[in-house]
């Protein structure tokens, strides 16, 4: 079965956006001259799934240059193919799936490790159980409210700290596995 696998950063109140879904504070902490281990991870994987509003996001945010050379699958029971830019026809798939169904789907396609973005994406997969580990990223910033990366889970799921690696520019990265929930 495909397995999926989480990269993210959070704001350290624990937000992966803004509520307006921006992310501007990213951007402010000096984080493009150092490495956190991303192409490794997104080496590791044969593609991506993004919730729509995380897409939307990435499309706002592209300006037609499209980041991924890995396929990406969006979540979505409001977009369709149609809604795709004729750019990304051949890079991004919309699908209405299950999670579970996605990963059965994606198993049959070769898919061993799916990217999983987006917070109510990366929640409904791991509150399926298809999430395999999680790399957070912490930023050293406050921004008071915004989407949180967690939120409620219909039962404890327990993790193992892996790794936890501290960054010069104050960024701290831990890696988790997902164990188990309570039944």
């Not at 791991?126 to 939120?151: C, H, M, S, W």
């Amino acid at each position: 079965m495909t397995t999926g696998h989480v990269f993210i950063a959070t704001s350290l109140d624990g937000y992966i956006a803004r509520k307006d879904h921006q992310i501007d504070w990213l951007e402010n902490q000096g984080t493009t001259t150092e490495e956190h281990g991303y192409t490794q991870f997104i080496d590791s994987v044969n593609g991506i799934i993004f919730g729509r509003k995380t897409y939307e996001v990435v499309l706002n945010l592209t300006s037609g240059d499209w980041p991924y050379t890995k396929p990406v699958i969006v979540l979505s029971r409001t977009l369709s193919d149609s809604d795709i830019p004729p750019h990304l026809t051949d890079k991004v798939t919309i699908t209405d799936q299950t999670p579970i169904d996605l990963f059965q789907t994606l198993h049959q396609r070769g898919w061993n490790r799916a990217y999983v973005d987006g917070g109510i994406t990366i929640q409904s997969f791991l509150n399926e159980g298809l999430i395999e580990d999680l790399i957070i990223t912490t930023l050293p910033v406050l921004i008071g409210d915004g989407i949180p990366l967690f939120g409620k889970t219909p039962e404890d799921i327990h993790l193992e700290l892996i790794s936890a690696t501290q960054y010069p520019s104050g960024l701290a990265q831990s890696h988790y596995r997902v164990l188990c929930c309570d039944n």
